[in-house]
Every structure is written in structure tokens, then in C-alpha cells.
């Protein structure tokens, strides 16, 4: 069985990627799970995939993240595509971009197909300010972030958008805190004053910790060792 979800954006085409697992999970709560990225996908995997049956699971979910990009792993998949939509598991195909002929050939097999692009959501996009985050969290208040946080959310503002502007925050922050003046601290005056008031709220070791945190998050998320939304989360409600 397969589903592809598709399109530039970032935001919506997660969600339903979790709508889809959790709708799978939840009619079979003990069925396995995998996800896989290019660079942990192994060719050797897909046969085994496509037959496999845990001993007590009824079926495997698998996540399978913009491996239609790579054209030898596509290949491969593609060659294998009617296999995948008769195996008794489900594959979930999440892709940023897809060529027209890959599409056709997903559509004839998939369950499924839903594009989700960014045309739909840049209005919505438009009216929401980021940098508003960034004030919230330079100012240190929690609820007021919060709030923005869920407002950015609404609004379809990618998860690595809301951490970027956090963690150019905490950088503009300590660059204020280790520079006498906006020159020297390679600011614009304006963001270099704004920093540094922001930064009376925090102590330095705080903000090293908090950067030391955002960076952590990113890595590990990338590896798969977390998941990088509630992580992100979690970093909000945590302030």
C-alpha cells in the first residue's frame, strides 16, 4: 500500500505525513515503524521491506523521505513500485520535488497522492512576522512566545524557519554580550542595541546553553535521533 504526499511545502506536507501515521498506528498500535533518509536507506533494505511481517505485528508503516530525489534510489524503487503497492505494509513517500513522469507512475499504484505547495499558503505566510519570535524570545517571555509560536504554526511557517530566527537571536545576543561596540561586534547598530538589551535577561552562560541546544536539536533531528518538532517544542516551553 502507498501513499505520496508531495510539494514545496515544508509544513503541510509533514502534517499529513503524521496524520497518516497516526491514523495507521492507531488502528495497529503494534506495528512497527522505520524512516528512512538518503543517507540512511540501504538498497539492501526494499526486498525485504516489500514481504516483511513482524511476528506479532499485523503490518510495518514505513516513512520514506525524499529518497525519490536521488536518481539511482528512485530507480530502484520505481522498478519495484507495483511490489510496494501490493505488499500487505504501508509506505509512506514524502518528496519535496517530483518530476511530472514520476508522479504519473505514482499515481497509477498509490493509494493515495496529495500535493501540498506553497502557492496555497503564501498569503497566510505574508501576514505573520517572524522576527516577532525573536522579540519574544530576546524578551524572555515564555507566554508570549508560546503564543506566537502556535500563531507561526497556524500560519504554515516552517518548524526550520521558527528555529532559525531563534537561534540568530541567541547568536545576535551573545555577539552583543562579547563586543563594546556594534562594529566590533559585526551588528547593524540597531539589532547590536536590541541584542544587548535582550541580553540583560539571560545570564551568559544561559545563552551559551540555550545555542548549544538549538544546535544539538538541528543534528540530531537531521539523524533521526529526535524528533525535531517536539523538540523545538519543547525548547520554546523550556524558556
Same mark, same amino acid.
Given at each position: 500500500?502507498?501513499?505520496?504526499?508531495?510539494g514545496s511545502?515544508?509544513?503541510?506536507?509533514? $502534517?499529513?505525513?503524521?496524520?497518516?501515521?497516526?491514523? &495507521?498506528?492507531?488502528?495497529?498500535?503494534?506495528?512497527?515503524?522505520?524512516?528512512?533518509?538518503?543517507?540512511?536507506w540501504?538498497?539492501?533494505r526494499l526486498?525485504?521491506?516489500?514481504?516483511?511481517?513482524?511476528?506479532?505485528? !499485523?503490518?510495518?508503516?514505513?516513512?520514506?523521505?525524499?529518497?525519490?530525489?536521488?536518481?539511482? /534510489?528512485?530507480?530502484?524503487?520505481l522498478?519495484?513500485?507495483?511490489?510496494?503497492? +501490493?505488499?500487505e505494509?504501508?509506505? /509512506?513517500?514524502?518528496?519535496?520535488?517530483?518530476?511530472?513522469?514520476v508522479?504519473?507512475?505514482m $499515481?497509477?499504484?498509490?493509494?493515495? /497522492?496529495?500535493c501540498?505547495?506553497d502557492?496555497e499558503?503564501? $498569503? !497566510?505566510?505574508e501576514?505573520?512576522k517572524?522576527?516577532?519570535?525573536?522579540?519574544?524570545?530576546?524578551?524572555?517571555d515564555? !507566554?508570549?512566545?508560546?503564543?506566537?509560536? &502556535?500563531?507561526?504554526?497556524?500560519?504554515?511557517?516552517?518548524?526550520?524557519q521558527?528555529?532559525g530566527?531563534?537561534?540568530? &537571536?541567541?547568536?545576535?545576543?551573545?555577539?552583543?554580550? &562579547?563586543?563594546?561596540?556594534a !562594529? +566590533?561586534?559585526?551588528?547593524?547598530?540597531?539589532?547590536?542595541?536590541?541584542?544587548?538589551?535582550?541580553?540583560?535577561?539571560?545570564?551568559?552562560?544561559?545563552?551559551?546553553?540555550?545555542?548549544?541546544?538549538l544546535v544539538?536539536?538541528?543534528? $540530531?533531528?537531521?539523524?533521526g535521533?529526535?524528533?525535531?518538532?517536539?523538540?523545538?517544542?519543547?525548547?520554546?516551553?523550556?524558556?
Amino acid at each position: 500500500m502507498i501513499y505520496l504526499i508531495y510539494g514545496s511545502n515544508f509544513t503541510r506536507t509533514r $502534517e499529513k505525513m503524521r496524520e497518516i501515521l497516526a491514523t &495507521q498506528l492507531k488502528k495497529d498500535p503494534d506495528a512497527s515503524y522505520f524512516r528512512f533518509e538518503i543517507d540512511t536507506w540501504e538498497p539492501s533494505r526494499l526486498e525485504e521491506l516489500i514481504a516483511s511481517k513482524g511476528l506479532f505485528q !499485523k503490518k510495518l508503516v514505513v516513512i520514506l523521505d525524499n529518497l525519490l530525489a536521488d536518481k539511482e /534510489v528512485s530507480k530502484e524503487i520505481l522498478e519495484n513500485i507495483k511490489s510496494l503497492a +501490493e505488499s500487505e505494509n504501508i509506505f /509512506v513517500f514524502i518528496e519535496s520535488t517530483l518530476t511530472k513522469e514520476v508522479i504519473k507512475k505514482m $499515481e497509477r499504484v498509490a493509494l493515495k /497522492v496529495q500535493c501540498f505547495d506553497d502557492e496555497e499558503v503564501a $498569503e !497566510k505566510e505574508e501576514k505573520f512576522k517572524i522576527f516577532t519570535l525573536a522579540d519574544a524570545f530576546g524578551a524572555k517571555d515564555k !507566554k508570549k512566545l508560546w503564543i506566537l509560536y &502556535q500563531k507561526a504554526l497556524r500560519s504554515y511557517i516552517a518548524h526550520e524557519q521558527i528555529h532559525g530566527i531563534l537561534f540568530w &537571536q541567541v547568536k545576535a545576543m551573545l555577539m552583543s554580550l &562579547q563586543a563594546k561596540s556594534a !562594529k +566590533e561586534s559585526g551588528l547593524n547598530p540597531y539589532v547590536y542595541s536590541k541584542s544587548l538589551r535582550f541580553a540583560k535577561n539571560y545570564t551568559e552562560d544561559e545563552l551559551k546553553k540555550l545555542s548549544t541546544e538549538l544546535v544539538r536539536t538541528y543534528h $540530531e533531528s537531521r539523524r533521526g535521533i529526535i524528533d525535531f518538532e517536539s523538540a523545538l517544542e519543547r525548547f520554546v516551553l523550556s524558556i
